[in-house]
T-cell receptor, first 109, second 113 residues
Framework: GQNIDQPTEMTATEGAIVQINCTYQTSGFNGLFWYQQHAGEAPTFLSYNVLDGLEEKGRFSSFLSRSKGYSYLLLKELQMKDSASYLCAVRENNNDMRFGAGTRLTVKP | ETGVTQSPTHLIKTRGQQVTLRCSSQSGHNTVSWYQQALGQGPQFIFQYYREEENGRGNFPPRFSGLQFPNYSSELNVNALELDDSALYLC????????????FGQGTRLTVV
């Protein structure tokens, strides 16, 4: 199958660090994306990985292991505004973009 | 704001009808992708247009069709609407089809009754 799996919900405390995992199966990998989506709004781009390793962008970092079909999004110094859904998406060689169902993150004071 | 605009924002149609949704891409972007997002789910890829030609398609039936115009704006057409077509339809634009960053519009909420 060609599945993208991520946890449905996560809860974390303001100021803490949270890691959202994503595992995928694909027939032809051509990049992995993370998007943030607040309720009722459009997704906004967070990160892109096509090679193994860690990409850091301010408070957000994303990691990829192609051999394991695994990625994670790391959010540091959590803020209340980080409460949102986080979508993992894989681009395949035919330009098909497959999204996971999203992880709903709730940040508590 | 991303500069990607979609119209209309909300639409109600009857089963069996046809609908056209529109997307104006961000200035300088030549690639538009369309997605269907059901409530509580991630977006599902419908298709992608690059320089007026379809260059990628997801698992959607032929009654979902599209166009891209010379100014790179785009339309999504859905024929013979079914109740399950009720969803948020998102378009995303980027420069180049091997894009690393796509900008989404706010979406069109389609309800089929």
């Amino acid at each position: 199958g060609q599945n993208i799996d991520q946890p449905t919900e996560m809860t974390a405390t303001e100021g803490a660090i949270v890691q959202i995992n994503c595992t995928y199966q694909t027939s032809g990998f051509n990049g992995l994306f993370w998007y943030q989506q607040h309720a009722g709004e459009a997704p906004t781009f967070l990160s892109y990985n096509v090679l193994d390793g860690l990409e850091e962008k301010g408070r957000f970092s994303s990691f990829l292991s192609r051999s394991k079909g695994y990625s994670y999004l790391l959010l540091k110094e959590l803020q209340m505004k980080d409460s949102a859904s986080y979508l993992c998406a894989v681009r395949e060689n035919n330009n098909d973009m497959r999204f996971g169902a999203g992880t709903r993150l709730t940040v508590k004071p | 704001e991303t500069g990607v605009t979609q119209s209309p924002t909300h639409l109600i149609k009857t089963r069996g009808q046809q609908v056209t949704l529109r997307c104006s891409s961000q200035s300088g972007h030549n690639t538009v992708s369309w997605y269907q997002q059901a409530l509580g789910q991630g977006p599902q890829f419908i298709f992608q247009y690059y320089r007026e030609e379809e260059n990628g398609r997801g698992n959607f039936p032929p009654r979902f069709s599209g166009l891209q115009f010379p100014n790179y704006s785009s339309e999504l057409n859905v024929n013979a609407l079914e109740l399950d077509d009720s969803a948020l339809y998102l378009c995303a634009s980027s420069w180049g089809w091997v894009n690393t960053e796509a900008f989404f519009g706010q979406g069109t909420r389609l309800t089929v009754v």
